[in-house]
């Protein structure tokens, strides 16, 4: 049925030598399976799911042509015949799938998190600790043939093809900007000599691996660094990679070490496309466009819009290994929606933990977390529809047991109903969509407005009972809590209470920056759209220029902020930067944002009372001394972290029913919806 609603995303790709079935390219994403060979196997399944879900090209996570090379000690390279093995096995299974893999080729330079690091110059990175070695005209010799070895070895492993890792600040990128390239022999100094480096590794790769053989180079098309690349010089490189031989040009858009979210849920859907249509006219082989494309409408209207041959996606591949197929056969509302929290995914990479999905506990874990039919139908409650209830309840389901799921409130979602409304978070509300799909696919019972009690569930001649009733927030005892102007989150969030304009937040956990961000903004919708996020806006925020006349699309550009609505003061206990927290690849921009927008951030405080004068506080110093200070504002909001919420459970346990507890209601310390959607998924697995 879809093909002719979505008719560019299922439009073949001709390469010359072989056709791709769709415009649709799972973009490289370090799992951290590519690095033992004993996860190959799992990689493999990874791989294979999404194969099977009928994506038109996949590429690997990367993998170093060589040790220095290497993203941190022992990741993956391929270097030898040996190491072919390994991928072998994976390239027959996804070819035995239907599908194409083409392998990454990365070489971290500065960003490898080892001391045999090397780069074009002696240049440390701000984001590692480890200073790289500067090569000699040998040494990048020795590196382009690295390269080449490696493309050969891919071939010879099966992958129907490779990715040159060019953007994102890696090696190759090092080599093109002035920034990380001071060298003065042929391969710095001008633009030519220093984008030798990518146009030899491409011509020498053509020259080795021969014609059939896919070679998509992933060309840093907006660096946002303000040294980086001019548009001019982004073209100039484009035509001699085209000239060299690539068969493909895929878009790069920033470096790690760019402050400016590329990714982030707060970045508009396809807010990147314009600057890979910038290149449309330049090149004539097929050009990849990515970054926030995570629904077929969107992806179907870029492509329409004549901004790219073919759209690249990693996340929400990993969120849904069968996004293609569903919107293919006309079910775009049972794709469960990446919402680009990095949580279980980059965050895990950077913490050296092996990558997941939030909204999708199965991610890269296909082989251990297996959703089977359940030997014996079962008759299940399930209490609580937060996102650990409806894991649970839709899971289930999805086996074949008979569920109830019972929510005090009119509608299902628990905290997401609030995190939703958060400007930036709009992507929530996708999740929200996708499990209300699932409760009318499995056909599971919802009893909506009913808060349900002990003696109804243990009459309910239930097998299983699942308590996922969340959390409560923490009372923090200040004194002068119960004036007026206290208002709660919940009170924020739900209740749409009236905030004045000055406003202090007691704590500044995830809540306490989702509140600030809230108040930021004026008039928030109650139901957002995704699609309706400004993106001049946002680019106007950062400071980025959309017609690219500045290098990087940065340099000398002001940012444009509308001022905010309130003066906004957060405060916590802890000593340290608040919001420390946060995830460890978006915590910065959370933190950027509220600054940017003038929220004052106080740490090591104790609160002394609240009044109608405001909030009275010390701020403590690290000598023991402390400054007396009121914050002279309208209203103060408690955000000052959460309890479970688990009595049902206490009394059903003691009255000897089966039952479970999941989510908050089990653990509220560091809960987040990655634990509370792990917990339910897991637990309905078994039951
Ligand atoms: P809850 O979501 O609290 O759901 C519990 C449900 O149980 C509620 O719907 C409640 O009505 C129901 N209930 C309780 N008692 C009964 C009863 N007796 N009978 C019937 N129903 C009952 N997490 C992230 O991972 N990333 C984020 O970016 C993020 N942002 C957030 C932003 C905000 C503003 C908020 C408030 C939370 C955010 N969270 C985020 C946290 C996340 O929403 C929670 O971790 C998650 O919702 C917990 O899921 P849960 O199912 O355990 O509980
Ligand atoms: P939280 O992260 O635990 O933060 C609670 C805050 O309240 C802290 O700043 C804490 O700081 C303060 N606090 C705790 N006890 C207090 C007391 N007695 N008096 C005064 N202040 C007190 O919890 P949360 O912000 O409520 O978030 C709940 C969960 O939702 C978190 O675990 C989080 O993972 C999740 N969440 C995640 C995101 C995200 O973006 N990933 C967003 C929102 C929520 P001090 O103790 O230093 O004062
Ligand atoms: Fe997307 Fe979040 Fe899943 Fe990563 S963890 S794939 S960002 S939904």
């Not at 070490?257 to 330049?282: G, N």
């Not at 002990?454 to 200040?478: N, S, Y």
């Not at 006349?549 to 905010?564: A, H, I, L, Q, W």
């Amino acid at each position: 049925m879809n093909p002719e609603r979505y008719p560019h995303l299922f439009q073949p790709l001709d390469l010359g030598f072989t056709t791709l079935p769709n415009r649709l390219l799972m973009g490289s994403m370090h799992t951290g399976l590519e690095d033992r060979v004993w996860n190959y196997d799992k990689l493999t399944a990874y791989f294979v799911e999404r194969a099977r879900g009928q994506v038109g090209l996949m590429v690997t996570g990367g993998i170093a042509p060589n040790r220095r090379g290497s993203l941190a000690p022992l990741a993956s390279k391929l270097t030898n015949r040996w190491e072919v093995l390994r991928h072998r096995k994976l390239t027959a299974a996804v070819h035995e799938a239907g599908g194409r893999i083409c392998m990454q080729i990365l070489h971290a330079g500065r960003y490898s998190y080892h001391p045999f690091s090397v780069a074009p110059s002696t240049i440390q990175a701000p984001i590692n600790p480890f200073k790289p070695k500067a090569l000699s005209a040998s040494g990048v010799e020795k590196q382009i043939g690295d390269f080449v070895r490696c493309a050969r070895l891919a071939q010879r492993a099966g992958y129907d093809g490779v990715e040159v890792m060019g953007s994102e600040g890696y090696f190759i990128n090092q080599f093109l900007v002035p920034r990380t390239n001071h060298r003065s022999d042929e391969w710095g100094g001008s633009f030519e000599n220093r984008m030798r480096v990518p146009v030899e590794i491409v011509k020498r790769t053509r020259e080795a691996v021969g014609r059939e053989f896919i070679i998509i180079y992933r060309l840093s098309m907006l660096d946002m660094l303000a040294d980086g690349n001019s548009f001019e010089e982004v073209v100039r490189l484009g035509k001699a990679i085209e000239q060299a031989g690539a068969t493909i040009i895929n878009t790069g858009i920033g470096w790690h070490e760019t402050r400016i979210p590329t990714i982030a849920t707060s970045v508009p859907r396809a807010a990147f496309t314009w600057v890979t249509r910038k290149m449309r006219d330049e090149v004539s082989i097929p050009l990849v466009t990515t970054n926030r494309i995570n629904m077929p409408e969107t992806a179907e209207k870029v492509l329409a819009d004549g901004d790219a041959d073919m759209i690249s996606m990693a996340r929400p591949f990993l969120a849904d290994p069968d996004w293609v197929v569903k919107a293919r056969t006309g079910r775009v509302d049972e794709i469960n929606t990446c919402i680009a929290c990095n949580q279980a995914c980059l965050d895990h990479v950077f913490e050296n933990r092996k990558a997941s999905c939030l909204v999708n506990p199965r991610a890269g874990r296909e082989t251990e977390l297996v959703i089977a039919p359940a030997a014996e139908a079962k008759k299940i409650a399930v209490v609580g529809a937060g996102p650990a209830g409806l894991a649970a309840a839709t899971t289930a389901a999805q086996r074949g047991h008979k569920v109830t799921l019972f929510d005090a409130d009119e509608r299902i979602g628990g905290q997401f109903n609030m995190a939703k409304r958060i400007p930036g978070k709009e992507e929530f509300v996708e999740t929200l969509r996708y499990f209300n799909r699932l409760i009318e696919l499995h056909g599971v019972e919802v009893r909506l407005g009913t808060r349900v009690e002990q003696d109804e569930l243990a009459a309910g001649g239930f097998d299983e009972i699942v308590i996922a009733t969340g959390v409560l927030p923490r009372d923090p005892k200040i004194d002068g809590q119960d004036n007026p102007m206290v208002l709660s989150y919940l009170d924020v969030l739900k209740g749409d209470r009236p905030v004045g304009r000055r406003v202090a937040v007691i704590g500044a956990g995830g809540i306490g920056f989702d509140v600030s961000e809230f108040l930021l903004h004026e008039n928030v919708p109650a139901e957002p759209d995704p699609d309706a996020v400004d993106v001049k806006r946002f680019f106007d925020e950062w400071g980025v220029d959309m017609d690219f006349e500045s290098r990087g699309g940065v340099e000398g550009v002001k940012p444009d902020r509308p001022t905010p609505p309130r003066k906004i003061w957060m405060t916590q206990r802890s000593r340290g930067k608040p919001g420390a927290g946060l995830g460890k690849t978006t915590g910065w921009i959370h933190r950027t944002t509220l600054k940017n927008h003038g929220v004052e951030m106080l740490s090591n405080v104790s609160y002394d009372r609240i009044d109608d004068a405001g909030l009275h506080l010390v701020i403590n110093s690290k000598d023991g001394s402390g400054e007396k200070r009121l914050l002279e504002v309208d209203n103060v909001v408690l955000c000052t972290g959460q309890v479970s919420e688990n009595a049902l459970y206490e009394t059903l346990k003691a009255r000897g029913q089966p039952v479970h507890l999941i989510g908050g209601a089990k653990l509220a310390a560091e809960l987040d919806a990655k634990r509370a959607i792990d917990e339910g998924t897991r637990l309905a697995a078994v039951l």
